[in-house]
């Protein structure tokens, strides 16, 4: 392949790389996927064929068309459309490039849009698509290595090429050509543009790149990452929509983020008194629960399918940090950003830890409800460390949160909207029908069981069968099946209608162990609602879900689990060192691990001189041979590690190839032996170089000088000064067969000098 062809794959490959990349950033494949087919139509038909020549004046319109159609988007009604224009701008002129007559300047215009197509993918990445953007900017970078070193090549190429062109040179075997000087890169006659040595040194230059860019993120400080401000109130960003966990609920919505498997958070529970690592589901069960249950928000007012909070006295205080005694457990989350300031964890908890300096978290008593800053950038990934109780001995099933319940509050937790669930109040009244007033427990297990009979099933649907009902009746006598919101929202109005406060509660439920990285992962689809009733005088957990729910979860769990436990770890760590390393990480990890290093270093060569002073200034003095024998042995070693220091360097200084080294060095006829038996014929048949010329221009007279005048030496001489150049010059070692085929036409030569001197 020429070096021309090599130069365009490589460079349409780049441009493809950077349409990719906005493709993963944008999340929308048009109109950037055009980009992929007409770049394979401009390498065949525009570039190598030439059967496609499109004209000046219709790459003008083009362009024209190209400027007004992301006008038409930049100024549309959408604000982040903005900065998708701009990207599709780019995407239509890198078009028209392709589809032009292309030089040394459309070439560097192709290279430049690529270039900036990657960096607004970058602005409009969101976390999901960030592990994938980071690999892909990686074959990126290799890739744009190799295309700029190709395009050099090609460049020096022109420049070689236009030599010839631009010096006269006059035939004949009494002419040499002017020795030219171009920069660049030099080429051997014997060799070829794209070799293995190219290959190489293009291959180590872009692992080498990647290497100081890898020290240069890790160890420049990331001071930007600290945010040292205070937490806030409880508060919304409204700017970015929840999924997965919201703090209000919308019947309905949930279901379509249930079969989602993006990542949410990451659980480890250690026991704070053994250092040991603590099974999240094991523990689940201990505390009475069937799965572990990672609460979050809590909702009390209903209206019209919606849940939302509502709660007076609704004050939020000081959280603990971390707990004085060295006793229960401590759960160490990273939670992904969901837009929410909420705190999910197992409760009870007693003891927070933001970020691990020692900032606080915001407590509501009244619900339970743990917050953190609203200040929290979207995508910004949470670690913080929650502390609960050990268990008492025989302890079983602990309350989650403590019981507290004013007057006011037992109002809002009975209140049920003035219309449109009499239906629903009905029913529930004629399920507890014949149950003592007193006897709340059992009334909630008669709701309990009816949500739970076989009329009733779980779906992800959550199509309404009557638009004219409330969303609850609708769910409860007409379509009867749901997901958990529905489920949850229909016993908490129930328990209502039967004099049982209640609220909703909001978070996720379940998860499952990674096999690779050995951690429990929470996922979009194990969001769930639950309710918390106001039972002897304690909130009690009821969650009426049916267990089809979690057979539906563990079947998607199974389907290509080791891949997806891969990229879980593969996500986490992303996050974790690239995305999220902050500056107290780089301490941790870096910073203290390297100053200790270097302290130790400093003392053990201080402790070893001392040594060696006070040895030396012994040795004459020592009263036993073995400290005097054990010193100079000492000295001796010193001594040596010098002498070894200093030869490395001049080794460094003069190259790491001796024998290459040596033959520059040598008179350069005997550094061939076959290049030197060549000039030797050569001079005995009359032609001496003359000290103006090299040894190439020497071959190339002879060449072209009267064939047969030496014997038929001139044949082989440029074959064997190339053989001479590559190995004193190009450093390389000699092509044993061609030395052969030289020595053999050499003999010829000789043989049938010697016959017409006998002749």
């Known amino acids: 392949m020429r070096l021309r062809d090599v130069f365009l794959v490589s460079l349409y490959a780049l441009f493809a790389e950077a349409t990719m990349l906005l493709v993963v950033g944008e999340g929308e494949a048009f109109p950037q996927v055009v980009g992929f087919p007409l770049a394979v139509v401009a390498l065949v038909l525009v570039d190598r064929r030439r059967t496609i020549r499109v004209p000046t004046w219709g790459l003008n319109v083009a362009a024209a068309t190209g400027v007004l159609a992301a006008a038409w988007e930049f100024f549309g009604e959408v604000p982040g459309s903005r900065l998708t224009a701009a990207a599709h701008l780019m995407v239509y002129l890198g078009w028209v490039v392709l589809l032009g007559e292309k030089a040394d300047r459309q070439y560097w215009w192709l290279l430049t849009l690529s270039v900036l197509q990657v960096a607004v993918g970058a602005v409009l990445v969101d976390a999901a698509g960030e592990p994938l953007y980071s690999f892909l ?138 250092g040991d690592r603590v099974d999240v589901e094991k523990l689940s069960r201990e505390w009475g629960d069937q799965e572990p249950m990672f609460r979050g928000t809590v909702m009390v007012a209903y209206s019209g399918g919606k849940w939302e909070r509502g709660l007076p006295d609704s004050r939020f205080d000081r959280m603990p940090g971390v707990p004085a005694t060295a006793d229960g457990l401590r759960q160490d989350i990273q939670l992904e950003t969901l837009g929410t300031p909420v705190l999910f964890g197992m409760h009870p908890v007693h003891g927070c830890d933001i970020d691990g300096v020692n900032r606080y978290g915001l407590y509501q008593p009244a619900t339970g409800v743990l917050v953190g800053s609203k200040n929290r950038k979207r995508g910004r990934v949470l670690r913080y460390s929650l502390f609960s109780p050990p268990l008492k001995p025989g302890e079983t099933g602990r309350p989650r949160v403590p019981a507290v319940m004013t007057q006011s509050q037992q109002v809002e937790y009975l209140r049920l909207p003035r219309q449109g669930l009499g239906r629903l109040a009905a029913a529930a009244r004629r399920l507890v029908e014949g149950v003592p007033s007193d006897r709340d427990l059992e009334k909630a297990g008669r709701l309990m069981e009816h949500l739970s009979s076989e009329q009733f099933g779980y779906s992800l649907d959550a199509s309404v069968a009557d638009p004219g009902l409330d969303p609850v009746e609708d769910f409860l006598f007409r379509r009867k099946q749901g997901h958990c919101e529905y489920f949850a929202s229909a016993l908490a109005l129930m328990l209502r209608a039967v004099s049982i406060p209640s609220r909703l509660v909001s978070g996720f439920k379940g998860g499952g162990h990674n096999r690779i990285s050995g951690q429990f992962v929470v996922q979009q689809r194990h969001a769930h609602a639950w309710v918390e009733a106001w039972i002897g005088a304690r909130w009690v957990t009821l969650d009426p879900t049916p267990p089809a729910r979690g057979d539906l979860i563990r079947e998607l769990e199974m389907e290509s689990r080791f891949l997806r436990d891969a990229g879980q770890m593969m996500h986490h760590s992303w996050r974790r060192y690239v995305v999220e390393l902050s500056l107290a990480q780089q301490q941790s990890l870096f910073y203290r691990p390297m100053q200790a290093g270097m302290k130790r270093g400093i003392a053990a060569a201080g402790e070893f001189v001392g040594d060696m002073v006070l040895g030396v200034s012994g040795l004459v003095g020592a009263k036993g041979t073995g400290r005097r024998w054990s010193t100079i042995l000492a000295v001796v070693g010193l001594v040596g590690w010098a002498v070894l220091a200093v030869w490395l360097v001049h080794r460094w200084r003069g190259g790491w190839r001796p024998r290459t080294r040596f033959r520059n060095e040598r008179d350069p006829e005997i550094v061939v032996p076959v290049y030197a038996r060549f000039c030797r014929m050569v001079a005995a048949g009359g032609r001496l170089r003359r000290s103006a010329q090299t040894a190439r221009e020497f071959a190339e007279e002879l060449a072209q000088g009267p064939v047969a005048e030496l014997g038929g030496v001139e044949a082989v001489a440029v074959r064997v000064t190339n053989l001479y150049y590559a190995v004193r010059f190009g450093r390389q070692e000699p092509d044993l067969d061609e030395v052969g085929r030289i020595e053999r036409e050499l003999d010829r030569a000789d043989l049938c000098s010697a016959e017409s001197q006998n002749v």
């Open 137 to 274: 900017v990686v074959a990126f970078m290799i890739t744009g290595t190799w295309t700029l070193s190709v395009f050099s090549l090609q460049q020096v190429q022109g420049r070689f090429a236009a030599v010839p062109a631009s010096v006269g040179v006059p035939a004949g075997p009494g002419w040499f050509r002017p020795t030219a000087v171009i920069s660049g890169w030099q080429l051997d006659a014997n060799q070829q543009w794209i070799n293995p040595r190219f290959v190489f040194g293009v291959v180590a230059a872009a692992v080498g790149a990647l290497g100081v860019g890898a020290v240069f993120f890790l160890l420049i400080p990331r001071l930007w990452l600290f945010d040292p401000s205070g937490l806030d109130v409880l508060d919304n960003d409204p700017l970015h929509p929840l999924t997965g966990f919201t703090e209000t609920v919308q019947l309905g919505e949930i279901g379509d983020i249930l079969e989602s498997t993006e990542h949410v958070m990451t659980v480890g529970i250690i026991d704070r008194q053994t």
